[in-house]
């Protein structure tokens, strides 16, 4: 099993889209595509993800925190569609962000988030889920993509 991240998924997000802007700064010369009302667009959808999200755990009662001890198998609301919906809503946004601002350095910051939670993140939380719900954790992964 991977060890525990120890940066929060969200704090990743802010760090990753903070260096993406400070470099995007320091290399003017490079182009700048950015479409700001798709960017204001995605920053809406990942928010209305995240907050679909967050209440499909709050209505079971069991913790939305990475570290934390999860008491229910959250199937409904958007994990019906993907298994990550967090994580997919900070990925949005990040995209969000990086159209709303342009610069090509800013695009980097999804695509380094993505490969993180994918390859850090989210194998410990598969194992820690796999660990505690069994054969129904098996059977939701069998149905339901890691992503979309």
Request: a positive charge; proline letters at 11%.
């Given at each position: 099993?991977?060890?525990?991240?120890?940066?929060?998924?969200?704090?990743?997000?802010?760090?990753?889209?903070?260096?993406?802007?400070?470099?995007?700064?320091?290399?003017?010369?490079?182009?700048?595509?950015?479409?700001?009302?798709?960017?204001?667009?995605?920053?809406?959808?990942?928010?209305?993800?995240?907050?679909?999200?967050?209440?499909?755990?709050?209505?079971?009662?069991?913790?939305?925190?990475?570290?934390?001890?999860?008491?229910?198998?959250?199937?409904?609301?958007?994990?019906?569609?993907?298994?990550?919906?967090?994580?997919?809503?900070l990925?949005?946004?990040?995209?969000?962000?990086?159209?709303?601002?342009?610069?090509?350095?800013?695009?980097?910051?999804?695509?380094?988030?993505?490969?993180?939670?994918?390859?850090?993140?989210?194998?410990?939380e598969?194992?820690?889920?796999?660990?505690?719900?069994?054969?129904?954790?098996?059977?939701?992964?069998?149905?339901?993509?890691?992503?979309?």
């Amino acid at each position: 099993m991977n060890p525990a991240p120890w940066v929060p998924p969200p704090a990743l997000a802010l760090l990753l889209a903070a260096l993406g802007h400070l470099l995007d700064g320091l290399f003017p010369q490079l182009p700048h595509p950015s479409l700001p009302t798709f960017g204001l667009l995605l920053l809406a959808d990942a928010l209305t993800l995240a907050i679909t999200a967050w209440v499909s755990f709050w209505r079971l009662g069991t913790t939305v925190l990475p570290h934390g001890t999860p008491t229910a198998l959250v199937t409904g609301g958007p994990y019906r569609w993907t298994r990550n919906p967090m994580y997919l809503a900070l990925s949005t946004a990040l995209w969000g962000f990086a159209f709303y601002i342009g610069g090509l350095v800013a695009y980097l910051a999804p695509l380094a988030f993505h490969f993180l939670i994918d390859r850090w993140h989210i194998p410990f939380e598969e194992a820690r889920l796999s660990a505690l719900f069994g054969a129904d954790y098996a059977r939701y992964r069998q149905r339901v993509p890691r992503w979309l």
